[in-house]
């Protein structure tokens, strides 16, 4: 499986984007799929996640009302729609994905999936 993540940018401080991740390959393989980020000289934090069989996204407190996380299975796409940024959600996006679904009290931890992205640079700035 790849994924490739693309969408970021530079972006006025309450202002939108929406990232792609696009999976190719043995796709069939992957079954859930999430996103982190990581700024300038912090860990990787947990952003959200989707199991691509149904079901509703997670989100992590920072995120939620702001981002939405929704998938297009004809396209093999992830979005991460990103409203009312904010200079705090700089930072490069990734997707990972993994072929089972993890328990909400696991999806944080970036060791457990098996797939990911290349990474795309979001900077939210005045």
């Known amino acids: 499986v790849q994924l490739q993540a693309s969408g970021g940018g530079l972006v006025l401080p309450g202002g939108s984007l929406r990232l792609s991740c696009l999976a190719s390959?043995?796709?069939?393989?992957?079954?859930?799929l999430a996103w982190f980020r990581q700024a300038s000289g912090k860990e990787r934090e947990f952003v959200g996640s989707i199991t691509w069989s149904g079901g509703s996204p997670v989100y992590a407190n920072s995120v939620k009302g702001r981002f939405t996380i929704s998938r297009d299975n004809a396209k093999d796409t992830v979005y991460l729609q990103m409203n009312d940024l904010r200079p705090e959600d700089t930072a490069v996006y990734f997707c990972?994905?993994?072929?089972?679904?993890?328990?909400?009290?696991?999806?944080?931890?970036?060791?457990?999936?098996?797939?990911w992205g290349q990474g795309t640079q979001v900077t939210v700035s005045s």
């Open positions: 390959g043995r796709r069939f393989n992957m079954n859930f």
């Open positions: 990972a994905g993994r072929q089972n679904r993890l328990v909400l009290s696991a999806q944080a931890d970036s060791r457990a999936y098996e797939w």
